[in-house]
C-alpha cells in the first residue's frame, strides 16, 4: 500500500503552479491517445524521475519524502514524539501502518504499537530496505491489469526517457537505453511486444517536432537467436554479436532489445570449465557472453513484463539483474505486473523482532484495479455459473447464450466476436465438445468448418494441422470467420486476442488452477475506445469458487463485486411494455409450406469392396492454393504442386475414425472383411517424410472416408409430398416480454427510456395529448407571463406521433445499427402514407416466422426458419389488409442467406404468389452495400407499387 502514499504527494506536487510537466500531461489528456490508467502512471513515472531523482524506494522513504502524517495527532509518549520530530523515516513508517484498506481496516495497528515503544530502538534504513527486498536500486512496479496498455505505457516511458535525456545528457535520472524481458516461457511474446513498441507513436505524449526526432534514435534488436549451433558458449553468441555492433557502447542511446530471460540467466561455466582463478568479467563473458555485453550497456533501464517474485526465473533474473546494477551507468528496473498481492505473504525483519508480513509486492509505485477498467478499457463480464450442470451441458447453454447474444456482433476494426471453450484434454475437444459444437452453430445457420477452430499442441491420436495455427494467428484479424475457438492448454496467458468476447470453463482441469482469473479474463480486452462492450464468462461450480479466491488474493476483491463494479455505474433498467391491445393489431394470417418426405430403398449395399476401391478415384488435386498470411490484414495465395502435409497417418486410427464418423452405423468388424482394400486406398492417400507416414493433402480426407461410408450404406430415394396450410401468428408473445431488464447499451433501444414512459402514460391516459382543454390552460398560464410552467405543461402533453404506427411493445432492441438507421428512416415514410411498421426480428418475441425450403430436383428440402426484421402493414376495415416484409442484412452474410432469401422471393414476391397464396405479401431485401437513401428509395418504390 506504499503506492497510496507516493500518490498522494504525486497529485499534490502536479497541483503546484510551478510543476515542470503540468503542460505535457495537459498534452496527452487533450491528446487522448491514452488511457486514464496509463496516464495516472506516466504521472508516477515523472514524478519519481523528476521531483525524485529515480531515487530508490527504501532511500525516498527514509527521507521521508511521502510523509503527510501530522505527529501532533498521534498519542506518543516524550520520547517516541521528539524522535519522529527529527526523524522522517520514522514518520514515515508510522504513517504506513496507520493506512487503511478499503473497508476501514487498520493496515497495522501491531506495528504502530511497536514502533511507539521503539522509536528510538529501530534502524529504520535496515527496516526501509529489508522492506522493499534489499534493493539499493531504483526498482519500481507498476501494476496494471490485463488490457490496460502495458506494452504501450513501456514505450511511452522509453520515450519520456530519452526526451529528456536529450534536454540533459548528463543527468542519471534519465536512462538512454532499454532491455525487455518479455514474460518467461512464452517466447511467441517477443514479436508482437516489439510490434506493439514500433506502432506507438510519440506524438501521442510528446509535441512534434521532438517526437519525430525521437523516433528517429531507436534501434530495435530482438534477441531471440540459438545461442551457438554447437551449444558451446566459447564460440560468438548471435545475439551478443547484435549488442556489439553498437561499438562503441559508451556513445549508445536509443537502442530498445527484446529478449526472454533464459537467454541471461543460463550458465554454463561447468560445463566449459572455465578456471575460478579467472578475471570475474571472463569468467561471466564465458558463462554467457549476451549477460556480459548486456551489463556493459551505459545508461541502462530494465523493463521486466509480468514481475513475480517468487518464480524461480524470477529470482534468477533478479540476480543477474543485480549484478548489472554493480556497475556504473545502471538506471533502474522497471516492473509491470497484473497485480499487486502475493499468493503467500513475504516477511521482513524490523529491529531484530518485529516482523513485517506483506501480502503485497511493497515496490509497486503505481497500482490501477481491475475493477476500475471494466467497461472503461475493459469490456464488461456478465458471468454465469452453474452449480449442478454437467460439462457438456455449461458448454451447450453456453454456446447458445453466445450465438444469441453475439453472432451478429462486427466490431469497428470488422473482426467477428468469438468464443473461446477451454477443452482441458484433446480427446475431450476432439471426441465431446467439437461435435456438440458443431451441431449448434448448424442449428444457428453457420458452417461448422467454417466458424469453429480446434486448436492444441496435438497427441499420438490427433495432430494439429499448419492450417489450424495459421488461423489462430490470424483470429484478430478481419479476413478471420472463426467464431468458436476450442481450445487445449493453450491461451491462457499471452494471448491477445481483442475480439475475443466469451469464455466457458466448464469443468476442473480446463485450465491450470492457478490460472483461471488470467484465462476467465481473456475476453474483457476492449475493440473499439469508448465504447460500451459485453463479455461473457461460464464457469462451473469449481472454477466459479477458484475464480473468487483469486480475485481475493490478486485483486483485493470479490466476484460479486467483480460483477456489479459495472452494474452500479453502467447497468441501466429498461421497463418493457405491451401495447399489442392499443394498437388493436391483429395476429398475421398467412400460409406456410408444409413438406412431408418418404424414404424407398433403390440399391441394396451388396458389393461394398468395388465401392471401396473406387472411393479415391478421381479425388487427387495436383495443384493446391494456400493462402498466406503477411500482415497488415494481408494475404496471398500460392499454388503448391509438390506433395505435402503435415498431420501424422495411422492405418488403425483411420478405419478407427472411419467407423467412428458413421455414428455407430459401420463398426470395426463391419470394416474387417475388407482390410486388403482399404490398406490399397490408405497407401494411395498417404505419403513418407523422413520415415514417417504422413496424409497427402493432396486428397480431402474426409471426403475419402465419407465415400467409404457410401459402400455400406443402401442407396436410398426420398420422396416429398408439398402442401400449402394456413397459419396465425402473433407479433408479440406476451408471456416472453419480461420486464424490467437490464442493459449496459441503452443507445440500441427505440425509443429511449423517458419516451417509452411517456407513450405509456398517453395510453393509460395519465396525460392527455394536447386538446382544446390543456390549451386553454396553456394560455392562461402565458397570459399570467408564467411561461416556464405553460412550456412544461405543453412539453408534458405533447403527442408522441409515432405510437400511432409502430411500436407494439416497448421498446424494442436493435441489435445492429443497419435495423436501427433504416427504423429511424422508415418512420417518415408510413407516417404520411397511412401505414405502419412493427419490428419482428426478436425471434423470442415473435411467432412470425417463415419455415424455408430450397427447391431440388426431388422436390423441396427444408434449410431452416426465417424471421422477418420489419413488417409496413396497411389495414382495411382495422385489419391486416397487405404487409410487405423487409429484410436488412450486411453484405457479408448475403452468401449464409443466399437459400433463405430465395424462398423468400419465390414465396412472397407477387408474381410467384398463385402457388403460395402469399396474395397480400410482397418481400422487399436491402443490403448495407447500397446507401442508406437508395434503400429508402427501393422501400417507397416498394411501397407505391405494392
Known amino acids: 500500500m506504499f503506492y497510496e502514499l507516493i500518490a498522494a504527494k504525486r497529485d499534490q506536487w502536479f497541483e503546484q503552479s510551478d510543476c515542470p510537466v503540468k503542460d505535457m500531461i495537459a498534452y496527452i489528456e487533450k491528446k487522448g491517445y491514452m488511457r486514464d490508467a496509463q496516464i495516472g502512471a506516466i504521472k508516477t513515472y515523472l514524478f519519481l524521475k523528476i521531483a525524485h531523482e529515480n531515487k530508490p524506494l527504501w532511500q525516498l522513504f527514509v527521507e521521508g519524502r511521502f510523509n503527510s502524517l501530522n505527529i501532533d495527532d498521534l498519542e506518543l509518549n516524550v520520547t517516541a514524539r521528539a524522535f519522529m520530530g527529527v526523524n522522517p523515516a520514522a514518520a514515515a513508517l508510522m504513517e504506513y501502518a496507520r493506512l487503511r484498506d478499503k473497508n476501514g481496516k487498520q493496515l497495522s495497528p501491531e506495528l504502530e504499537s511497536f514502533i511507539k515503544t521503539n522509536a528510538n530502538k529501530i534502524d529504520y534504513e535496515s527496516a526501509f530496505s529489508a522492506i522493499f527486498y534489499n534493493a539499493r536500486y531504483s526498482d519500481y512496479i507498476y501494476s496494471l491489469p490485463m488490457g490496460a496498455g502495458k506494452t504501450y505505457l513501456m514505450a511511452a516511458f522509453i520515450y519520456l526517457d530519452l526526451h529528456f535525456a536529450q534536454n540533459e545528457p548528463n543527468n542519471k535520472a534519465f536512462a538512454h537505453n532499454f532491455i525487455i524481458f518479455a514474460p518467461s516461457g512464452l517466447k511467441s511474446s517477443i514479436v508482437p511486444s516489439l510490434k506493439t513498441i514500433e506502432r506507438f507513436d510519440p506524438s501521442w505524449i510528446i509535441a512534434e517536432p521532438a517526437a519525430s526526432e525521437l523516433k528517429k534514435l531507436i534501434k530495435f534488436e530482438i534477441l531471440d537467436e540459438p545461442r551457438s549451433q554447437n551449444k558451446n558458449n566459447r564460440a560468438k553468441n548471435p545475439n551478443a554479436q547484435k549488442i556489439n555492433s553498437y561499438q562503441p557502447l559508451n556513445d549508445l542511446i536509443g537502442l530498445i532489445a527484446i529478449v526472454n530471460a533464459e537467454k541471461v540467466i ?60 554493480k556497475k556504473s551507468g545502471f538506471n533502474s528496473v522497471i516492473g509491470f505486473s497484473g497485480t499487486p498481492y502475493l499468493e503467500k505473504a513475504e516477511s521482513a525483519t524490523i529491529a531484530e523482532r518485529f516482523v513485517i508480513k506483506n501480502t503485497e509486492l511493497t515496490n509497486v509505485a503505481y497500482y490501477y484495479p481491475l475493477i476500475d477498467g471494466i467497461n472503461n478499457f475493459l469490456k464488461t463480464p456478465r458471468v454465469k455459473r452453474s452449480s449442478n450442470e454437467d460439462s457438456l451441458s455449461i458448454v451447450e447453454n453456453g454456446i447458445r447464450d453466445f450465438l444469441d447474444q453475439y453472432k451478429e456482433t462486427i466490431y469497428g ?158 447497468i441501466k433498467i429498461i421497463n418493457r411494455y405491451s401495447r399489442i391491445d392499443h394498437l388493436r393489431l391483429p395476429p398475421i394470417d398467412f400460409y406456410q409450406l408444409r413438406v412431408k418426405y418418404d424414404t424407398i430403398v433403390i440399391e441394396k449395399a451388396e458389393n461394398p469392396k468395388e465401392a471401396i476401391a473406387k472411393s479415391v478415384k478421381g479425388e487427387r488435386r495436383e495443384s493446391i492454393i494456400e493462402t498466406k498470411i503477411l500482415g497488415d490484414d494481408r494475404a496471398i495465395d500460392i499454388a503448391i504442386d509438390k506433395e505435402f502435409g503435415d498431420e501424422f497417418a495411422d492405418f488403425n486410427r483411420w478405419l478407427y475414425l472411419i467407423a467412428k464418423e458413421s ?175 412493427y419490428y419482428n426480428g426478436d425471434r423470442e418475441l415473435t411467432e412470425f416466422k417463415i419455415a424455408c425450403h430450397k427447391q431440388t430436383k426431388k422436390g423441396w428440402q427444408y434449410i431452416g426458419e426465417y424471421t422477418p426484421d420489419f413488417l409496413i402493414i396497411k389495414r382495411k376495415d382495422d385489419k391486416i389488409y397487405k404487409v ?63
Open 884 to 946: 410487405i416484409i423487409v429484410e436488412t442484412k450486411g453484405a457479408i452474410y448475403a452468401d449464409k442467406f443466399k437459400d433463405k432469401l430465395d424462398f423468400m422471393r419465390t414465396a412472397f414476391k407477387r408474381k410467384n404468389n398463385e402457388k403460395f397464396k402469399y396474395d397480400r405479401f410482397d418481400f422487399l431485401y436491402l443490403e448495407d452495400s447500397e446507401p442508406i437513401d437508395q434503400r429508402i428509395i427501393k422501400t417507397i418504390n416498394a411501397i407505391e407499387n405494392f
Open 413 to 570: 476494426n470488422q473482426t467477428t466476436a468469438k468464443l473461446a471453450i477451454y477443452c482441458g484434454t484433446i480427446e475431450n475437444l476432439e471426441e465431446t465438445i467439437y461435435p456438440k459444437a458443431a451441431q449448434i452453430v448448424e442449428e444457428y445457420g453457420l458452417n461448422p468448418a467454417e466458424v469453429i477452430l480446434k486448436y492444441h499442441r496435438g497427441n499420438k491420436n490427433y495432430n494439429v494441422t499448419k492450417e489450424a495455427q495459421t488461423e489462430f494467428a490470424s483470429l484478430d484479424l478481419p479476413i478471420s470467420k472463426k467464431r468458436i475457438i476450442l481450445l487445449v492448454q493453450i491461451g491462457k496467458e499471452g494471448w491477445d486476442c481483442r475480439s475475443l468476447s466469451g469464455v466457458i470453463l466448464s469443468q476442473k482441469g480446463d485450465c491450470p488452477t492457478n490460472m483461471v482469473l488470467q484465462t476467465a479474463c481473456r475476453c474483457l480486452r476492449q475493440v473499439d475506445k469508448n465504447k460500451t462492450e459485453t463479455a461473457l464468462i461460464w464457469l462451473n461450480k469449481f472454477n466459479e469458487e477458484t475464480l473468487n479466491k483469486q480475485l481475493k488474493s490478486q485483486q483485493n476483491t470479490d466476484l460479486n463485486a467483480f460483477e456489479t463494479a459495472a452494474n452500479k455505474k453502467y
Open 266 to 325: 543460463l550458465d554454463r561455466i561447468d560445463a566449459l570449465g572455465v578456471h575460478n582463478d579467472s578475471p570475474e568479467d571472463e569468467r561471466d563473458k564465458q558463462a554467457n557472453e549476451l549477460r556480459n555485453i548486456i551489463g556493459k550497456i551505459p545508461n541502462l533501464a530494465i523493463y521486466i513484463d509480468e514481475v513475480h517474485h517468487a518464480a524461480d526465473d524470477d529470482i534468477k533474473l533478479r540476480k543477474v539483474v543485480t549484478q548489472w546494477t
Open 663 to 837: 455414428f455407430g452405423f459401420i463398426t470395426m468388424n463391419a470394416l474387417n472383411p475388407y482390410l486388403d482394400t482399404l490398406r490399397a486406398v490408405y497407401n494411395e492417400i498417404v505419403y513418407t517424410k523422413d520415415g514417417r507416414a504422413l496424409y497427402s493433402a493432396k486428397y480431402d480426407q474426409g471426403l475419402i472416408r465419407s465415400n467409404i461410408r457410401k459402400a455400406f450404406y443402401d442407396k436410398r430415394d426420398v420422396t416429398t409430398k408439398d402442401e400449402i396450410v394456413p397459419q396465425e401468428a402473433r407479433l408479440l408473445k406476451i408471456e416472453k416480454l419480461f420486464s424490467p431488464i437490464e442493459t449496459t447499451d441503452v443507445s440500441k433501444y427505440r425509443p429511449d427510456q423517458s419516451i417509452a414512459e411517456k407513450i405509456r402514460k398517453l395510453d393509460d391516459n395519465e396525460i392527455d395529448p394536447l386538446n382544446k382543454k390543456v390549451l386553454k390552460m396553456i394560455e392562461d398560464l402565458e397570459a399570467m407571463g408564467q411561461k416556464v410552467a405553460a412550456n412544461a405543461l405543453r412539453e408534458t402533453n405533447k403527442d408522441i406521433d409515432e405510437r400511432h404506427y409502430t411500436y407494439h411493445y416497448l421498446s424494442y432492441f436493435f441489435a445492429s445499427a443497419l435495423e436501427s438507421d433504416f427504423f429511424d428512416k422508415a418512420l417518415t415514410i408510413v407516417r404520411n402514407r397511412g401505414l405502419e411498421i
